[in-house]
């Protein structure tokens, strides 16, 4: 921490970049953010979704940014960031989120491989290398938190490529840890079980026919948390914010479950 005392918790006046924060999860963190009092860089490749979520926050007098691109496209991601609006300071948050989202076991192609991969572990590395260029070499009092998930600490039938990578945002986020250190950058991640999103309700609706109450009441679907039923994407936002803050400021290279209890048993 620089010392220097900060209103609320660290986190007013900062700029946070949010990978795939233009929908889904990352939308309810740059949310929050922005409710927090930072300045929000949303870093997506989806530019209807970005643009209709950053003018919403934007129209209720939030500073809120979009670049649209890939995470595992490095000019783009350089672009996002030496691209900033006039009077931002360089980013001193991260929150890792954008990832690719493949289901397959061992029939999947080279590539699904990739395709699984690439975003969820080179792009969280290609935004994270550009993130820290802007960094001054020590005291930088920076944050990062990547997306894991339940998935990366457990075997699901079928999702091989999906929890190989999120398997090894564990593995990222401590050797991250290690090296930025000395720098002054935090860096930890967090596991969420089933978040309620719109990908969620439409999977839930077109492929088991189920609605919200009936899939939280299954206990296989919603019933297998300990809360017995699953995350608001706000829910998930809250712990990313908290990690980020000054709240945090002694926790780097760890995983926190946001996950209704799911691994507890
Ligand atoms: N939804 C869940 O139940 C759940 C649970 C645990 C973890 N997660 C993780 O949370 C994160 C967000 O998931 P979500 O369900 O909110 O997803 P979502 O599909 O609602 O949103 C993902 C966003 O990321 C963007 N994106 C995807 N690939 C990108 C790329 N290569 N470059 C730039 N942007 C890209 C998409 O355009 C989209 O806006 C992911 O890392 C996911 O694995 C989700």
């Keep these: 921490m620089s010392g220097v005392p900060r209103p609320e918790r660290g986190l007013t006046g900062r700029t946070a970049v949010v990978t795939g924060g233009a929908q889904g999860i990352g939308a309810a963190v740059g949310e929050r953010l922005c409710a927090e009092g930072c300045r929000v860089l949303v870093y997506d490749k989806s530019a209807p979704h970005g643009r209709a979520t950053v003018e919403a926050w934007r129209a209720e007098g939030h500073a809120a940014h979009l670049a649209v691109g890939d995470v595992t496209d490095p000019a783009a991601v350089a672009a996002a960031f030496a691209d900033l609006p006039e009077g931002w ?22 590539t699904d491989w990739h395709a699984a991969l690439d975003p969820t572990l080179v792009g969280l590395s290609l ?37 190989t990578g999120k398997a090894a945002v564990l593995g990222m986020t401590r050797c991250l840890a290690q090296d930025l250190a000395p720098r002054g950058v935090r860096v930890n991640s967090v596991s969420p079980g089933t978040v309620w999103n719109a990908n969620n309700e439409r999977f839930h609706r077109e492929a088991l026919g189920l609605d919200r109450a009936a899939a939280e009441s299954a206990p296989e679907h919603g019933g297998k948390f300990l809360l017995g039923r699953f995350a608001n994407p706000a829910e998930v936002a809250a712990p990313i914010a908290f990690l980020l803050s000054d709240e945090a400021s002694f926790i780097t290279g760890t995983d926190l479950a946001v996950d209704g209890g799911y691994l507890a048993v």
């Design 127 to 163: 935004v994270t290398r550009e993130f820290v260029a802007g960094l001054p070499e020590r005291d930088a009092d920076a944050a990062i938190v990547n997306m894991a998930s339940i998935s990366a600490h457990i075997a699901q039938s079928g999702f091989l490529t999906y929890n």
């Design 89 to 110: 300071q360089r980013p001193t948050l991260l929150v890792n989120l954008a990832a690719g989202f493949v289901f397959k076991g061992l029939e999947a192609t080279v």
